[in-house]
């Protein structure tokens, strides 16, 4: 026997058992396409279980099978409804931190955020099920309706663009370079193929669908191929460049608003910004110039600075000469005579070594229910977050210069997860980003693996360096290919050194055209499903 008919023979019989879970029909069918999803979620960081991605065929076996649209619907919505109760399960541990308020909000965070989710996950089979494509195209066709989901996923009502496909292949630095060319939208479209290249290889078809089969199965090779040369022409930091100093106090979350340690944990940053050595530093590095810019996390001050002119100058008196310090913090502005009418800020703010502020950035991404309240008057709930009224949103990406280093924009947590809307639209573009966060509220969860990944994500994709500086971790010093050159694990204290990372020169391809790459990826894909289906 020869080897391929060993093969057509194994596959023979893997099609049957598949087919026979493609039949099954109801909530049997509904269950089943939940636990696909699930399973397929492995794929994702920091499991990167990488054959995981193939269950998506087992929900394509399934949509062939659903003949009405609310059947294609149900399908695509349970299989991304289990998808993100695996991917985003971590989500809960933030009401655990303060369980008696509101533990009572676990399930509606675990079962009831994948749900609305889902709903675009069942758009996405919904209108593969109106395009009805067979052969060969029904991949593609999948693979544009899915990348068009997760575009609205990522837009709408503020948008939650977490966990996007792309991600699955953010285990190698390589694999990970096309997002320069056509971002996470549009290389999700090629790990659906991916994913579904199982199928096309065990169909009973013509070679097209089993050669394009065989195509997509090589992807990752090809693209790792690109990678590899791409990352060929990448430098290391250069010494002489500004030395940059990331710090992660480590402060638990349950104990970061306590009164009585408020002083502590500022003492805490004091002494790491000031320690003669660093924790971290790239390899093969020797001894660094002092910071030009030191990092501290998301709301690592506790205190609204802008109303704290003597605490403004203690940070100052941190810095070296002509150095910098940003740092995530809380501010409050007085909007009138009236002290309780004043607006709150989720801010990154930047001082000078006199203790001046020369720059303040606020957060324009604010978490729903964490940092404000959808709807307020009709919904007479707490934000997560002790805000008060809650914060106030900032008008969008922002960006500010400083003498010796280049043009800096800061993002506050999760605003670092949104592909093409980190950098200033039509203003100057920045040389580097900071990125500010507490995943604290996480714990030792998937959570914060998969928001580095996120920053490394758009270092790609605009070819500018990150400082990622987080509370608890994982804090890490990211090159504009996306490479970790330096980090510091989770329930860590320490500081990270380092020359800071040079931009690229040029633009990358996704940089200029944006969403343009995935919009015509999902138009080609689409529009042949549409015009070479047949009865």
Known sequence: MS????VARWGEGVRTGINRLAGLTGFRSVAMMALVGALTALALPPLDVLPALFAFTLMLLTLDRRRTFIGAFATG????FGYHVAGLYWISNALLVDGDRFAWLVPFAAAGLPAVLGV?????????????????VRAPALAGAWTLSEMLRGHVATGFPWNLPASAWSFSDALLQPLSLIG???YGF????????????LRRTGRWERGFGAVCLLLPVIFAGYGAVRLASAADPDISRPTVRIVQGNVAQTEKWKPQLLQGHLAKYATL?????????PAGMGDLAPPSLVVWPETAVPYALNREPRLMAYLGSLLQPGGLLMTGVPLRDQVSDDPAESLSFNAVVALNERGEMIARLHKFHLVPFGEYVPLRQWLPVETIAKTGRGFTAGPGPSSFAHAGLPRIGALICYEIIFPGAVTEVGGPRPGLLVNVTNDAWFGVSS???QHLVAARMRAIEEGLPVLRAANTGISALIDS??????SLPLERTGTIDSPLPASLENKTLYARGGELWAILLVIASSGAAFFLRRK
């Open 120 to 136: 675009f996950g069942g758009l996405a089979t919904l209108l593969y099920g109106w395009l009805r494509p067979r052969g060969w």
């Open 184 to 186: 996470a939208y549009g």
């Open 447 to 449: 959570g914060p693996y």
């Open 77 to 80: 919505w349970a299989f991304a």
């Open 3 to 6: 080897a391929w008919a060993s």
């Open 273 to 281: 910004t000031r320690a003669a050595r660093a924790t971290v530093t």
């Open 190 to 201: 090629f790990v659906v193929l991916f994913a579904l290249s199982p199928l096309m290889l």
């Open 481 to 486: 290919y996306g490479r970790v050159l330096a």
